[in-house]
């Protein structure tokens, strides 16, 4: 390792589908100042953006990519942009865009956020100072429920919305899991396996990164169609791959009982895939690691 | 005191100017403003003096007064008086300078006297202008004017249902060609390169348009007189000046271009009102980084920093928003305010508006992303704009070092998505978080949170504003505001008998005004008392039958006492000697007495 690579360089990735444009350009601007901030401490040598594009009408056109690390007044050493010309849901995207792009962090962020300007000195010193390997920022203003240690910040799982991971530990664990988690529990998949192998999977509590969440008086959260058959596909590929036959079982039963179309379509192709054998081996030691509790994936605060 | 004087002129003692001095009149007024303004003795010219009401009084101080105006029938009987009198065409605006100049004669001119002229001059600036110069040129003596209030409640009450009484004198005289508000009287004057320098306004509660006095207008036990005179009065202190007594000093015109006047257009939606201690710096960051991801960025936040000693907090602050992205930091103003209660940095900010709606945010509040752009989706007609809030509970870490505040709860949906006026008047359903007002609102009636009041401050600002804007609920929840089990807030630092304490004195308050309610109120009240009375007929019901059960319950404790009696004699029987010895016997013999 050279002495320049001591400090280490840290690449956010951002994978989009069908965002309007104004709203990457807002979270520019957030990461710009972050970054010039982490780089101020010297904790990093250099943050580069990249973008990846699994929308069917790509977001940006030539030149804008361009234009946006021109705006980032140096803070950025680079902003990519990529056209999948698939959808390749976020872990796909993901692996992507990681692949062939060495560097010592990695920063998962989703394109409805806006980091505070500490942000990213939080995330990094967390990852240093406690030894952990993937660290999960927290998200405001709708924090979320997860417990997780007051005094270690160790936690269960860590969101993909805005988690920082030891480059090393991504190479390890060879990504997202994108064949088996397409959109929803790839990270749960993901901080679980990491734990598995050891590593500490934490929340910065510091590190605060706006996620734009609108909770609603009638139904607190409104949920999308595709959000409900991911969810519902990804906690069965979830419950086989961590050894939960009763999870399965449950949750098989439940959307049998249930009303909704687009959750028994998510059990239609779960079951196709166990049919044909395309579902998640099982993992050793699964038992130390997976929790399913309440029909969440840890334990909650409230 | 001098009163009229029958000297020479009949002909203007029946005029219907010859005004007789008095202390309590706009007259003695401008004398006692003279008085406290403590003149250089010399002349006082007194344009358009009629029947010279002060020249007397200004007399007996040792001032020269030199009595001008049109009419000869009026100078005639100033100067059968002995005053110096000139006549003077003041239509001709450009001879004034040197007419003046020409009657100061080299003499020292202590002021110029406009007492009830002005309202009589086709054009206004013209002449103020013109008699700028005039001042120029005469050393710069202080003008003293004196000019009836045409926004006199008496006046505006009675133009709402239909009325406009001129008579031959006072507030609606017939020859008046201008009409002044407090507001035109400072712009004209403004204009014309005059500073007020004092001002002696001579106020009367019932005016000359007073009349009848049986007018729902003007009926001081009207409701709808009431309610007038409230509005008015919240809009200035002028709604009973009759006569507004004011001191001018010549100034450079230069002066009075304002630079900060901003057309509508330029002016951003918002200003965000942020207050903080310095004391929640990650709090802060966070409330900040909320602002700074809005979908809309038509708004400037006013960040007012409420400590005493700015040496920590201050650079603290700063040191935070400059963190930011300069398209957002570029928008923070950082205000320090020192002194006063929670209420103090919010009034310093309400004056420093330049946007179209103002709205709050605390440093321990958070919002969603698009909690600009909903208000903005609903702010039209000068409404007042209103959001609603989920809550959450927080507290303060134990270890501030490891975690800033930790969250206890999910979201709490407790208040309601629409405004209810009259659910409002018992306790308050919009934090201060979720709501916005028209600057235009603020700037009218001059609207500032009471800083005598500790907590509550916002449902009395917020019961001030509806009371004269319609208000537009955008029904979307788009603030979380956090209620603190320890650390830092009101809703913890106060204990909950202040709260109740405040909430009767808010609602005393509100009580002494009269109150306006938007259309469709009535079916609220409506059915409140339909409510109201199911629960009074459902507790007569749950009365009666309490009585029922009572009276049941005594009768069955009758009942068991009796039994009780019985079983104590049967048992004292059944246990006696002589019952255990003959008892069996004596049933047999029973028996077989009964067979006989």
């Given amino acids: 390792m050279s002495s320049d690579e001591s400090f280490g360089r840290l690449r956010v990735q951002t994978v989009l589908f069908g965002q309007a444009q104004e709203q990457l350009w807002r979270l520019l601007q957030g990461l710009s100042a972050a970054a010039r901030k982490v780089q101020d401490a010297g904790l990093v040598t250099s943050v580069d953006w990249a973008l990846g594009d699994s929308s069917s009408e790509p977001v940006f056109g030539p030149g804008d990519a361009k234009a946006m690390f021109e705006a980032s007044d140096g803070s950025l050493s680079a902003v990519t942009y990529e056209v999948f010309g698939a959808n390749l849901g976020s872990s796909g995207g993901q692996n992507h865009l990681a692949r062939g792009h060495p560097s010592e962090f990695l920063l998962v962020l989703n394109p409805d956020t806006y980091p505070s300007p500490t942000a990213l000195v939080e995330l990094v010193d967390a990852l240093s100072s406690k030894r952990a390997s993937v660290v999960e920022a927290r998200q405001i203003p709708l924090e979320h429920p997860r417990y997780y240690d007051p005094i270690t910040g160790e936690t269960s799982w860590a969101s993909g919305f805005c988690m920082l991971v030891a480059r090393s530990v991504f190479d390890e664990l060879d990504g997202f899991d994108s064949e088996h988690f397409l959109l929803h529990c790839d990270d749960v998949d993901f901080s679980w396996r990491a734990r598995a192998r050891g590593h500490k999977v934490i929340v910065a509590p510091y590190a605060t990164v706006f996620h734009d969440k609108r909770p609603r008086v009638e139904d607190s959260w409104p949920t999308p169609d595709a959000e409900l058959y991911h969810a519902a596909l990804g906690r069965l590929m979830l419950a086989t791959r961590w050894d939960r036959p009763d999870v399965v079982e449950e949750t098989i039963a439940f959307i049998e009982s249930g009303q909704s179309a687009i959750q028994r379509e998510a059990l239609a192709e779960f079951q196709s895939r166990m049919e044909s054998r395309r579902c998640p081996s099982i993992e050793q030691d699964a038992e130390s690691v997976a929790q399913f509790i309440d029909g969440e994936y840890a334990a909650h605060r409230f | ?596």
């Avoid at chain 2, 029947?51 to 030199?66: H, N």
């Avoid at chain 2, 709402?160 to 035109?184: C, I, K, M």
């Avoid at chain 2, 048992?571 to 029973?590: E, L, Q, T, Y």
Wanted: aromatic share 10%; hydrophobic share 40%; glycine share 6%.
């Fill in chain 2, 1 to 596: 005191m001098v009163s009229m004087l029958h000297t020479g002129s009949d002909k203007y003692t029946a005029s219907r100017y010859a005004f007789s001095f008095a202390w309590e009149s706009s007259y003695g007024h401008v004398v006692r403003l003279i008085e406290r303004l403590d003149l250089m003795r010399g002349l006082i010219v007194d344009l358009g003096c009629g029947s010279a009401t002060v020249a007397e009084p200004l007399g007996e101080r040792g001032y020269e007064y030199i009595g001008v105006d049109i009419d000869s029938a009026a100078l005639e009987y100033v100067s059968a008086r002995g005053f110096e009198t000139h006549q003077l065409d003041l239509r001709y605006v450009d001879r004034l300078p040197a007419e003046l100049v020409k009657m100061a004669n080299g003499r020292r001119v202590a002021a110029i006297m406009l007492l009830d002229v002005i309202e009589h001059l086709p054009e206004t600036q013209p002449f103020l202008l013109s008699l700028r110069d005039a001042l120029e040129q005469l050393g710069r003596p202080l003008l003293f004017l004196s000019v009836p209030n045409v926004a006199h409640i008496d006046v505006g009450a009675k133009l709402v249902f239909g009325r406009w009484n001129y008579r031959p004198t006072g507030l609606l005289d017939s020859t008046h060609l201008q009409f002044f508000t407090a507001e035109r009287l400072g712009e004209e004057t403004r204009a014309s390169g005059f500073l007020e320098v004092d001002a002696h306004d001579f106020e009367l509660y019932s005016s000359d348009q007073y009349f009848p006095s049986d007018h729902p207008a003007l009926s001081s036990e009207s409701p709808v007189a009431q309610a007038m005179r409230a509005w008015r009065e919240a809009v200035d202190q002028h709604g009973h000046t009759v006569q507004f007594v004011r001191a001018l000093a010549v100034a450079d015109l230069e002066t009075h271009k304002s630079d900060s006047i901003v057309s509508p257009s330029e002016k951003p939606f918002m200003t965000v009102v942020m207050r903080t201690q310095g004391t929640r710096l990650a709090n802060l960051r966070d409330a900040l980084t909320c602002l700074a991801a809005q979908t809309s960025d038509d708004f400037v936040v006013l960040l007012m920093v409420h400590v005493d000693r700015p040496d920590f907090a201050l650079p603290s602050v700063n040191s935070i928003v400059d963190d930011f992205h300069h398209t957002f930091s570029s928008r923070v103003t950082v205000v320090h305010v020192a002194g006063g209660d929670r209420a103090r940095p919010l009034n310093e900010a309400l004056g420093r508006l330049r946007s179209k709606y103002v709205a709050f945010l605390d440093d321990d509040d958070l919002v969603t992303a698009n909690w600009i752009e909903t208000f903005a989706s609903v702010a039209v007609d000068g409404a007042i704009v209103r959001s609603v809030a989920a809550v959450r509970h927080v507290s303060k870490s134990p270890d501030s070092h490891l975690t800033p505040y930790s969250v206890e709860s999910g979201l709490e949906f407790r208040y309601a998505s629409e405004f209810d006026p009259v659910h409002h008047l018992w306790g308050n359903e919009t934090p201060i978080c979720t709501f916005a007002v028209p600057c235009s609102l603020i700037e009218t009636f001059e609207l500032r949170f009471d800083e005598q009041i500790h907590i509550l401050e916002d449902w009395d600002f917020l019961m001030r504003c509806v009371a004269f804007a319609p208000i537009r609920d955008t029904r979307e929840v788009t603030s979380i505001y956090q209620m603190w089990g320890t650390g830092e807030s009101s809703a913890s630092l106060h204990d909950v008998e202040l709260w109740q304490a405040t909430q009767r004195i808010l609602q005393g308050r509100m009580n002494q005004r009269p109150l306006v309610f938007p259309a469709g109120t009535a079916d609220l009240l409506v059915s409140m008392c339909k409510r109201l009375g199911e629960l009074d007929a459902a507790h007569a019901e749950m009365l009666a039958a309490r009585t029922q059960v009572m009276e049941h319950a005594s009768t069955i404790e009758e009942q068991a006492g009796e039994l009780g009696v019985l079983y104590h004699k049967y048992f004292m029987i059944i246990n006696s000697r002589r019952w255990r010895i003959m008892g069996p016997f004596a049933a047999i013999a029973n028996t077989l007495r009964r067979r006989r």
